[in-house]
C-alpha cells in the first residue's frame, strides 16, 4: 500500500528534522545505565555464594547416595557400622572438602532383619569472599536394608 503524496513528504521532513542525539541525552543515558548497575553490584557475591551452596549440597547428596548404594550392595551379615569407618575432609577420594559418617542401626523401631543405613556428608559452605565459614552444613540419606 502506497501513501499519499502529502503525507508521505511530511513523514520525511520529519525524519530528515532528527539529526540524532545530543551529548546531553548521551550523558543522561550513562548516568541512568550506571546508577542501575550500582544498585545490582551489591547482589552478585550473594548470588555467587548461593550457586555455590547450591552446588555444594548437590555434591554431598550424591557422596551420600554412593555410599548409601555401597551398603545396599553389602551381603546383610556385613552390613555392620564395624565396616563403615567416619571419613575426615580430605578422605573422601576426589572430594577434599566433605567429611561423611555412616549409622547403622539394627531392627529399628522393633523391625525385626531390618538395618537403618543413615549417612551423613559434611561441609563447610563457601563465604560471599570465598572462603570456607566456620560452619557446617550437612546432607542425610538414610535407607532401610531388609536380610533376603
Partial sequence: ??????????????????????????????????????GILPIIPVANTAVQTGRQSSTAALLAEQELERARAMPYANLTQVNFQPEGYGAVPGYGPYRRTVTVTND????????LVTVRVFFRPLTSLGGASGNESNVEVSGLVAQR
Fill in 1 to 38: 500500500m502506497k501513501l499519499p503524496g502529502p503525507f508521505r513528504r511530511r513523514i520525511w521532513r520529519v525524519l530528515e528534522a532528527q539529526a540524532g542525539v545530543t551529548l546531553a541525552e548521551v550523558l543522561t543515558a550513562m548516568a541512568v545505565v550506571g546508577i542501575a548497575l550500582v
Fill in 108 to 115: 529399628p523401631g522393633g523391625i525385626i532383619n531390618t538395618r
